[in-house]
């Protein structure tokens, strides 16, 4: 595993960035891992077609918790029609580290939530891989 990005990785969870609540979200989506349970809760604040201020709360291991909080990062300021073009490749190169296909989920969570809030695409982040599923999904 690459050394910065986990470092990187381990650095957001142990200090999340954008955690906690917005006063009057506009957008607001929350969802779980159905194999483990754990939740991410995302609050967005939109302006002109993008993301003006955003925040995540939940609970989740460390590469769900990570994940939101880098993705929270990412997002803010960023429009509407990008955020939709994102997916599991995105959120891959965002994370920084390899994932073991077991904890892809964990991985993708945050982006789940936040395509759910936005755009009502509730299932999981696919890549641009037409068709294949290697990873089960
Ligand atoms: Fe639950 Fe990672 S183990 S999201």
Same mark, same amino acid.
């Given at each position: 595993?690459?050394?910065? $990005? +986990?470092? /990187?990785?381990? !650095? #957001?969870?142990?200090d999340p960035r954008n955690f906690g #609540?917005l006063?009057?979200p506009?957008v *607001? ?7 483990c349970?754990? @939740?991410i =809760?995302?609050?967005l604040?939109?302006? !002109?077609? =993008? *993301?003006?201020d955003v925040?995540?709360? $939940?609970?989740?291991c460390? /590469?769900? @918790?990570?994940a939101?909080?880098l +993705?929270?990062e990412e /997002?803010?300021g960023?429009p509407l029609?990008?955020? =939709?073009k994102?997916g599991?490749r995105?959120?891959?190169d965002? +994370?920084? *580290? ?6 892809l989920?964990?991985? +993708?969570l945050?982006l789940? *939530?936040v395509?759910?809030a936005?755009?009502d ?6 890549g641009?891989d037409? $068709?294949? !599923?290697?990873?089960?999904f």
């Amino acid at each position: 595993m690459d050394e910065l $990005g +986990l470092e /990187i990785l381990l !650095d #957001h969870y142990k200090d999340p960035r954008n955690f906690g #609540h917005l006063e009057s979200p506009d957008v *607001v989506g929350e969802e779980g891992n159905p194999s483990c349970g754990d @939740q991410i =809760r995302m609050e967005l604040k939109l302006k !002109d077609r =993008r *993301v003006e201020d955003v925040r995540f709360s $939940g609970k989740g291991c460390a /590469i769900s @918790q990570a994940a939101a909080s880098l +993705l929270t990062e990412e /997002i803010k300021g960023k429009p509407l029609e990008e955020i =939709r073009k994102m997916g599991r490749r995105e959120m891959l190169d965002l +994370l920084g *580290v390899e994932v073991n296909p077991m904890r892809l989920k964990c991985a +993708l969570l945050a982006l789940k *939530v936040v395509k759910g809030a936005l755009f009502d695409e509730h299932e999981w982040p696919d890549g641009d891989d037409e $068709g294949e !599923d290697e990873f089960g999904f």
